[in-house]
């Protein structure tokens, strides 16, 4: 069974930064994608960033110009470095995984920042 293991989350500061990681607990066969999704409390899911294994980004516009999605598909990895941090970015961050066959997600981790 693969599991998505998340870390970086935490409380900061608004103007604050914050790195995000996410890595395959083992090796995922024909990924397609990978990328972020959030859910702040009484909202839907939302997609932030995803990145293709050929490098293609595709970002919310909330996030574009503050937020940068990379991976390393060697590891399976993909990050989320998030700055100039706002107070509507609080929300409980998800590593997702799109294969030819089925989707991953991971556990999430909250991201708060403190006005």
């Known amino acids: 069974q693969v599991q998505l293991v998340e870390s970086g989350g935490g409380l900061v500061q608004a103007g604050g930064s914050l790195r995000l990681s996410c890595a395959a607990s083992?090796?995922?066969?024909?990924?397609?994608?990978m990328g972020w999704y959030r859910q702040a409390p009484g909202k839907q899911r939302e997609l932030v960033a995803t990145i293709t294994t050929g490098g293609s980004t595709n970002y919310a516009d909330s996030v574009k110009g503050r937020f940068t999605i990379s991976r390393d598909n060697a590891k399976n990895a993909v990050y989320l470095q998030m700055n100039s941090l706002k107070p509507e970015d609080t929300a409980v961050y998800y590593c997702n995984t799109k294969t030819s066959a089925c989707y991953y997600w991971g556990q999430g981790t909250q991201v708060t920042v403190s006005s």
């Open positions: 083992k090796n995922i066969f024909s990924i397609i994608a």
